[in-house]
């Protein structure tokens, strides 16, 4: 904050050599605070703008989504990671933000209410909306804490879904649905194959680069959130609130601020996935979403930006990987009945259940705790053992 | 006015099934401070005990429903052992995560069991019916609320005078205290377990003893005991009762008369009322009816 | 410690490798040929005839967790066992049919359902099974641009109005009004009709049907809502009590069923109730509501039932010998005839099967060999659906005698409603 009193401009960078000697709090906090981090997220951005070109239609498709969601991720990482509050609401927010979008975004000529608005209007929208529902919510958590908190957060997720099966010019129903707005951003339609820059892109592919682009976007955000003032409030009202209230952090609007961003982020997400998705039931925004988002941020790392898209591009593709793994046993039945003691599908679903419960008790840091200890195995190498 | 009791009388005998769920919510959460939710598929293969036990091996109800209650608790310990021991002291999150992906895996085996049919528990003379004053009542849900009614006396009486039940009220205080006091903590979370598996067995073999038996679908009536629980308080076992029989009533209260007093509310708020009630319960007492209040220290 | 990083290493790595290895763009495109897509001259893998080539068909279903699992597994197995028997006879045009490798579960969610077709959509021919309303709109604009046809697992007014969806039977909407007809002529009823539906396509279906059968026989009409869950019922029952309806036409599952008709019944109420195919489970006469449902039950549905005497039925039976008889089956199996005759229309055709003459030949399907299961007119897709939509339905009674617990009482039959009704859009929109 204010710790470059003595130091000019030029001590945000370290000395020459010495990389990792900090001089200045603002090196400390700066966005990218290593060479190694600099030199890697360079690397694994250029690598991710490769992936559409190694990778089949429908890989691409659960990356796709696995971007989106990341987004959503560091969304609920910000209120329940770095601001402690867990949050169980999180599919009431996502659902908020995607039927924002569909129905500004609609089609005006169809059954259901739309407007046929451009992308650049309803996704922000659908992010502001979200928002505000937050900022409504919000101090519920300032009179709740911890199980309390989460389950009537959950409580938002059922009174949410009845609102939404019952808004049925709005969301076109149970076992209906809608079909969420057309991705089409400066002429360019995403939701059909075409040519992009010159080169003949797939549906896909396309559909990969602008989500690629935009978790980008709000990762840079989310990471700008944790690292400012405001993010480090966040931290001491997770780590002690009542000690945050003493030196001076105003608890209520922290919360509810935590709140209100968590879910524009939702918000947003929840916007451009079911726009890949197309078309989406009010079901899709029930207690699973919610904890298939908590697992996300679980499994990836709390209050962790980095954790929050692995955990997110893992939980996305796990039913993918759990088919894929299945399908490596052939003594499992394909039959859909009979067969052995499992077919091969109630195998998947098994494994799905089994690798939530095995990532967690064998790695409980998540991905992100894997992630530091292959870092830290190679930053010792030749010598780590 | 013979409406509005038979209402009542209803919700009644529906809270009572939602009352033994948010029982088992309530020990493991006063024993291990994790909500499970795994509940809906221990209840699911409580019911599915009792099925089994009734038309394969030939018992009648009664020996049935005690036998499922024992492998019930079986369950319960084994979850608790396999799954939940392993992360002691990791973050409660991280547990009642853990306990979703149990409740997956058990439940494709329940599915698998099921296959496309109903599996429905005869009860003795599960058709007859008590009539009184206008108002019907059937021997089935009589013999519920009795049974729930022995299961929270069981309950009171072995958290007031066992020494078992003495040792959980002190875990449940402080488990380090306890654990210094000679108490077995790990033994006391199996036992936790072990009692919400059979009362989730309970539930479960009136679920299936129901109109329609035990379905592929039916776990999700375990989940009607969450808003119970917050309710009542979390830690705290009369109001766990209490909340589940209110949940009971007010949903049936709100299926029969919302549709003609407040048809603004949409069709079928009955299924979300017992979530309007937590709100309206929570806004006055942050920590339900009978909470304990947290007390924060710096 | 070290045991356990092991393990998670273990399963990180082969999860990943795992995903990386099946992924990889533009490696052999093995599946192709010159017929295109989903039919190969090679055979298919445990072929029956080694010497035909090989047609991928795919299904996407409900196996595990959804909703529909108890009927779409029965579906599923009975279609596997339909195309079994087709390849037995010498398969189509040359060619076996393979089912069983592109079965997906998509646990009845748009979302899921989007991503199996696109796993699949580069590997079928087309698809046998596509189960769910808003499932299959999520993956029909694909389905067109692919020329991929397929067959859906519900009875919704809405697909005899899409090209390139066949579906076998009379609709919901023309069942429900087969039933009102039905019970006015049959069962004297002529007080209030009351429709108790699922908020969705299947109860919106039905309930549209109900309303115009009672528009049309001058009785009064009432519709009300109820969701899933037995133990969410106690709505229903209390609307049945205050309405008194003389009619009730379910269309909600079998539980959520027993439990309403149940439920009214003991507390006095009397009268008719007329279900759909998927209200009914066998295992209800075991429950407390059995002599209710024995005195008042009646369904309206596309087809006879399992134990019906019929040509296709018996090789029904013959090929699934040994299951528990469930209706799921029997509508797996009807529902793949037309897919079949497509088939073989369009192996006459021009280029022989391709996706692109599949698409052709079910647009002009005149008839449909149902081996007596139906008649062979009601295949007909070709022309207008006022004019070619099948408006006819049995009438099935409770029998505890009885494979699945309901025999007909009254063979297929299309009521004055239904004859009449001005067809030009479908009875409940999807879109």
Redesign the interface.
């Known amino acids: 904050m204010t710790a470059t009193v003595t130091s000019p401009r030029r001590t945000t960078r370290p000395p020459r050599g010495r990389p990792r000697l900090r001089t200045a709090y603002r090196q400390d906090m700066a966005l990218l605070n290593t060479p190694a981090k600099r030199r890697s997220t360079l690397l694994l951005v250029l690598a991710a703008f490769g992936v559409p070109f190694f990778f089949t239609d429908d890989l691409l498709l659960v990356f796709t989504l696995g971007l989106i969601a990341s987004v959503g991720a560091i969304g609920l990482n910000l209120v329940t990671g770095y601001a402690g509050q867990v949050s169980l609401g999180h599919a009431f927010f996502l659902g908020l933000g995607a039927y924002t979008a569909a129905v500004l975004g609609g089609d005006p000529e169809g059954r259901l209410i739309g407007y046929g608005l451009p992308m650049w209007v309803w996704l922000p929208a659908a992010g502001i909306v979200a928002a505000i529902a937050g900022l409504i919510v919000g101090p519920i958590a300032v009179r709740l804490r911890g199980l309390y908190l989460a389950i009537v957060t959950l409580g938002l997720v059922f009174l949410g879904e009845h609102v939404f099966r019952e808004a049925r010019t709005l969301t076109g129903g149970p076992g209906v649905g809608r079909r969420g707005p057309d991705l089409e951003l400066f002429g360019i339609r995403f939701s059909e194959g075409g040519s992009l820059f010159g080169l003949g892109l797939s549906r896909d592919q396309q559909q990969f680069f602008l989500a690629l682009v935009f978790l980008i976007v709000f990762a840079i955000l989310g990471r700008n959130i944790a690292r400012s003032g405001v993010g480090r409030a966040f931290s001491a009202v997770r780590d002690r609130d009542v000690a945050a209230a003493v030196i001076g952090i105003n608890l209520t609007v922290y919360k509810v601020m935590a709140f209100a961003m968590s879910s524009f982020f939702a918000g947003v997400a929840g916007a451009m996935y079911y726009a890949v998705v197309g078309v989406f039931e009010p079901a899709a925004f029930g207690l699973l979403l919610s904890i298939q988002y908590l697992a996300m941020v679980l499994i990836g790392g709390v209050a962790t930006i980095s954790g929050s898209i692995m955990g997110a591009m893992f939980i996305t593709a796990l039913p993918r990987i759990a088919q894929e793994i299945a399908h490596l046993f052939p003594v499992i039945s394909t039959s859909t009945v009979g067969g052995g003691i499992i077919n091969v599908f109630q195998f998947e679903a098994i494994l799905y259940g089994l690798l939530i419960i095995g990532f967690l008790i064998f790695e409980p840091r998540g991905l992100y705790g894997i992630w530091m200890r292959i870092r830290n195995y190679w930053k010792g190498w030749p010598f780590s053992y | 006015m013979t409406?509005f009791a038979?209402?009542v009388l209803?919700?009644f005998a529906?809270g009572a099934?939602y009352a033994l769920l948010a029982l088992g919510y309530v020990m493991i959460?006063k024993a291990t401070?994790v909500?499970s939710?795994a509940q809906p598929a221990l209840m699911v293969c409580g019911g599915l005990f009792t099925y089994h036990l009734t038309t394969q091996v030939g018992l009648p109800f009664w020996p049935g429903l005690a036998v499922a209650v024992l492998l019930g608790a079986l369950l319960g310990m084994a979850v608790e052992r396999l799954?939940l021991r392993?992360?002691v002291g990791?973050?409660?999150?991280?547990l009642a995560?853990?306990t979703?992906?149990?409740?997956?895996?058990l439940?494709?085996?329940a599915?698998?069991y099921?296959?496309?049919?109903?599996?429905?528990v005869?009860?003795p003379n599960?058709?007859r019916?008590y009539e009184f004053l206008g108002l019907?009542i059937?021997h089935?849900r009589v013999a519920l609320m009795v049974v729930t009614l022995l299961t929270v006396i069981a309950l009171v009486l072995f958290f007031r005078y066992a020494k078992a039940g003495l040792a959980m009220r002190a875990t449940a205080l402080n488990q380090e205290t306890a654990l210094a006091q000679g108490i077995r903590v790990g033994a006391i979370f199996a036992l936790a377990w072990a009692i919400a598996g059979g009362l989730a067995a309970i539930a479960g073999t009136f679920?299936a003893a129901?109109?329609?038996?035990m379905?592929?679908?039916?776990w999700?009536?375990a989940?009607?005991a969450?808003?119970a629980?917050?309710i009542g308080g979390?830690d705290s076992l009369p109001g766990a009762v209490i909340g589940g029989l209110a949940v009971g009533i007010v949903?049936?209260l709100?299926?029969?008369y919302?549709?003609s007093v407040a048809p603004f509310l949409?069709?079928?708020?009955?299924?979300?009322a017992p979530?309007?009630l937590?709100?309206l319960v929570?806004l006055v007492r942050?920590?339900?009816l009978f909470?304990t209040k947290?007390v924060?220290?710096? | 410690m070290k045991q356990r990083r092991f393990i998670t290493r273990a399963v990180a790595g082969a999860s990943i490798a795992a995903l990386v290895l099946t992924g990889c763009r533009g490696g052999g495109d093995d599946s192709s040929s010159e017929a295109g897509p989903g039919i190969t001259d090679e055979a298919c893998p445990d072929a029956v005839n080694e010497d035909n080539g090989c047609i991928y068909l795919g299904a996407i279903s409900d196996l595990t967790k959804g909703p529909f699992a108890p009927l779409a597994v029965p579906i599923t197995d009975a279609q596997k066992a339909f195309w079994q028997r087709v390849n037995e006879d010498g398969g189509v045009g040359g060619y076996d049919i393979n089912i069983t490798e592109h079965i997906a579960d998509a646990e009845y969610n748009p979302e899921i359902h989007n991503r199996r077709y696109q796993e699949m959509r580069g590997e079928v021919l087309a698809l046998a099974q596509t189960l769910g309303s808003s499932q299959t709109l999520a993956i029909l604009d694909d389905m067109k641009a692919d020329d991929v046809i397929g067959v859906p697992a519900s009875w919704n007014s809405a697909w005899d109005f899409e090209d390139q969806i066949l579906q076998s039977g009379a609709s919901y909407c023309f069942e429900a009004m087969n039933g009102v007809d039905w019970a006015v002529e049959n069962r004297g009823v002529e007080g209030t009709v009351m429709a108790i539906k699922y908020p969705n396509d299947y109860g919106g279906d039905a309930a549209a049907g109900a309303e115009a059968a009672a528009e049309a026989n001058g009785l009064e009409f009432v519709e009300v809502e109820t969701p899933t869950g037995q133990d969410n019922q106690a709505g229903a029952v209390a609307a049945v009590l205050e309405n008194q309806p003389d009619l009730i036409v379910v269309t909600t599952g079998p539980a959520e069923m027993a439990t309403i008709v149940g439920g009214a019944a003991q507390q006095g109420w009397q009268g008719t109730v007329v279900g759909s195919s998927p209200t009914w489970n066998p295992a209800l006469l075991q429950s407390a509501a059995a002599p209710a449902l024995e005195a008042m039950y009646f369904q309206a549905g596309p087809w006879g039932p399992w134990d019906t005497d019929s040509e296709g039925h018996e090789a029904m039976r013959e090929a699934l010998d040994g299951v528990t008889p469930n209706d799921g089956y029997t509508a797996g199996w009807v529902w793949s005839y037309p897919l079949l005759a497509a088939m073989e229309a369009a192996a006459d055709m021009d280029g022989g099967i391709t996706r692109e003459n599949l698409v052709a030949a079910a647009g002009e399907l005149e008839e449909v060999d149902y081996e007596g299961m139906l008649p062979n007119e009601a295949g007909n897709s070709a022309g207008d659906p006022s004019e070619v939509a099948w408006r006819s339905s049995v009438i099935s009674g409770v029998d505890t005698e009885a494979a699945t617990g309901v025999t007909i009482t009254q063979e297929l039959t299309a009521g004055p409603t239904a004859e009449g009704y001005d067809y030009t859009e479908p009875c409940f929109a999807l879109n």
Do not use: C, W
Request: charged share 15%; proline share 8%; net charge positive.
């Open positions: 409406t038979q209402a209803n919700g529906q099934i959460y401070h909500i939710f799954a392993p992360m990791k973050p409660v999150f991280t995560i853990i979703i992906g149990v409740d997956i895996v439940r494709i085996f599915n698998r099921m296959g496309p049919d109903p599996r429905i005869t009860f599960g058709s019916r019907s059937s089935q679920v129901g109109s329609a038996g379905e592929q679908n039916t999700i009536i989940l009607k969450l808003p629980i917050i979390l949903e049936s709100t299926a029969v919302q549709p949409g069709a079928n708020f009955a299924l979300v979530y309007a937590m709100f929570l942050p920590y339900g909470g947290e924060e220290r710096v």
